[in-house]
């Protein structure tokens, strides 16, 4: 997430106070306050009940740091959700701007490439599961684990360098990126700003969304070729869990990481039009992309059985099933006792 873009630092003037200004300044705080409570009860109970209640697997270990990313994440919102109600101004200090933005950025990217992993480990689990049974567990899984956190902490070191409160331009404090280390005047300072902000920005173009969405696509993919393989396109229950986790990834992140990129092409070539119409747009992309981090339970977890269902009944049993459910059914820990059959595994999806 880039530093704070929620909501911009003032009001247009002249904008059409009926649409742009919900769209602006009034929709991205209701999807950020939704997102909020939903993300919490939601990545919380996951968490509870992962954490706690069950015992520790290739598959709880996965949605567990999920749910932590998303967790985390969804703590800081209330700070940005203040911000943009007071029209994007700061009252919180510089020490929680630079901390709010460095949990805000690790956590969503981690979120991100845990995504990628998931629909890496459940495409394996599908179309080799002799190798799953004597090869998976889960002592490998926290090595693997390991890597989409630290592809989260390199890139969130652009937000722990430059983010920091500065003054807008009405002289009220904003938490925004700042770039007073680049150098000792403005134009020095935007000379190296030109040099790293395209290059920078197509990075996490690629790297933070095109490469995930690639691994999301073309795992859900197989794993799509391989039920109608087996003959369960029938089962839509499979077939439609893959499209909502294809589908719920792009819708959220597609807009908001095209808009950034926009942006920075727009002040690497001087677009002032460009620019001013992505700014306006920002915030509601930003809001969208945040939303995620509640629906990933719902789409990780609770969509494997009837959600109705769970909440009627005994919701953290049932929690439990759904975390424990899996491509292949056995012990994580288990090598050499034998392939489940593949129709098995999907129809637990």
Request: hydrophobic share 50%.
């Amino acid at each position: 997430m880039e530093v704070n873009t929620v909501i911009p630092p003032h009001k247009s003037e002249g904008m059409n106070r009926s649409v742009v200004y919900i769209v602006v300044c009034i929709l991205p705080v209701v999807i950020l306050s939704v997102t909020f409570v939903l993300g919490v009860l939601g990545n919380g109970l996951v968490i509870w009940v992962a954490g706690f209640r069950m015992a520790r697997t290739v598959t709880t270990l996965c949605y567990l740091n999920l749910a932590f990313a998303d967790f985390f994440f969804c703590v800081t919102l209330p700070f940005f959700i203040v911000s943009g109600a007071m029209g994007g101004l700061w009252p919180f200090g510089s020490f929680l701007c630079k901390l709010t933005n460095i949990i805000m950025d690790i956590n969503q990217h981690g979120s991100i490439f845990l995504i990628a992993l998931i629909a890496l480990d459940r495409c394996i689990c599908a179309l080799n599961p002799v190798w799953v049974q004597n090869h998976r567990t889960v002592s490998l899984a926290k090595k693997l684990i390991i890597g989409p956190w630290f592809l989260a902490v390199v890139f969130t070191l652009p937000t722990a360098v430059f983010s920091n409160t500065t003054n807008g331009p009405q002289g009220n404090v904003i938490c925004l990126a700042t770039f007073e280390s680049l150098g000792s005047t403005e134009e020095e300072q935007m000379k190296v700003l030109l040099a790293i902000v395209l290059p920078l920005g197509i990075a996490r173009f690629i790297i933070g969304f095109c490469m995930p969405l690639s691994i999301i696509f073309v795992c859900n993919g197989l794993i799509a070729v391989k039920i109608h393989g087996l003959g369960m396109m029938k089962s839509s229950r499979p077939f439609w869990v893959l499209i909502a986790v294809v589908a719920s990834f792009f819708i959220c992140w597609f807009p908001y990481r095209l808009i950034v990129l926009l942006i920075q092409v727009g002040i690497q070539e001087d677009e002032t039009s460009k620019f001013t119409v992505c700014l306006l747009l920002l915030p509601l992309t930003v809001s969208l992309a945040c939303f995620s981090s509640c629906i990933n339970p719902v789409v990780y977890v609770f969509v494997g059985q009837n959600f109705r269902e769970r909440l009627i009944h005994s919701l953290p049993i049932r929690l439990e099933r759904a975390l424990s459910e899996d491509f292949v059914q056995t012990t994580d820990t288990a090598p050499g006792s034998g392939a489940p059959a593949a129709g098995k595994e999907l129809t637990t999806m």
